[in-house]
Every structure is written in structure tokens, then in C-alpha cells.
Nanobody, 125 residues
Framework: EVQLVESGGGLVQTGGSLRLSCAAS????????IGWFRQAPGKGREGISC????????YYLDSVKGRFTISSDNSKNTVYLQMNNLKPEDTAVYYC??????????????????WGHGTQVTVPS
């Protein structure tokens, strides 16, 4: 059974940091790209970052570039999203998702095949 389990969300003040984790199981980790997505209240789900596990390729949405860093620990089948300098507009439910990776970069499409249940990040204004 495929499972993606997010953790690490919480409430943090403006300018603070959080590290989200996405623990994966039930598929061949090296064959996939893992993406991070978020959905704010009343808005659609947007892809903010991804990493190709086999080639280490990464992508960042412009609004998080320079503040967020994606990484993977292949020995633990876990992907992390380090989020620094958090802003109120980062408030959302954050999801990780997985999709087969062809090895030519990655892009966090909302059509990714496997999804976690999400973790809440709140940055009060």
C-alpha cells in the first residue's frame, strides 16, 4: 500500500521557520519525483516545489524561491521542505505527492498520482 505521511506543520510567527517531512512507503522511491503543494483557504491547490529522487533535480515556485529548500534522505524514503522567513501568505495546508519520474527535471503538477493527507501551516498576520 502506497503511503505518504506529512509532518512538521504548526503555528509560527512571521519570519520563523518550519521543516516539513514527507515519509513515503509502498513504492520504489528512487523512481519517483516528490512534490510539495499547498492550499490556502478559498484558493486552489498550487505546486510549490519538487525533487526528482533519482537525479536530484529541483523546482521552486517563484514566491518561495530563496526561502524554501527541498531535500531528500533516500535512506529514509523521506523528503523535507525547509521553510524559512515564513510569511502570512504561506498559511495553508501543505501536501506532499509522488509521481513517476522520467529523469528530465520535475514540475509539481496537481495530477501527481499519490497524495498525503496534508499538514497545516499557520503564520498569523
Amino acid at each position: 500500500e502506497v503511503q505518504l505521511v506529512e509532518s512538521g506543520g504548526g503555528l509560527v510567527q512571521t519570519g520563523g521557520s518550519l521543516r516539513l517531512s514527507c515519509a513515503a512507503s509502498g513504492f520504489t522511491f528512487d523512481d519517483y519525483a516528490i512534490g510539495w503543494f499547498r492550499q490556502a483557504p478559498g484558493k486552489g491547490r498550487e505546486g510549490i516545489s519538487c525533487i526528482g529522487i533519482d537525479d536530484g533535480s529541483t523546482y521552486y515556485l517563484d514566491s518561495v524561491k530563496g526561502r524554501f529548500t527541498i531535500s531528500s534522505d533516500n535512506s529514509k524514503n523521506t523528503v523535507y521542505l525547509q521553510m524559512n522567513n515564513l510569511k502570512p501568505e504561506d498559511t495553508a495546508v501543505y501536501y506532499c505527492a509522488a509521481d513517476f519520474h522520467s529523469g528530465y527535471g520535475c514540475y509539481p503538477r496537481t495530477s501527481y498520482h499519490y497524495w498525503g493527507h496534508g499538514t497545516q501551516v499557520t503564520v498569523p498576520s
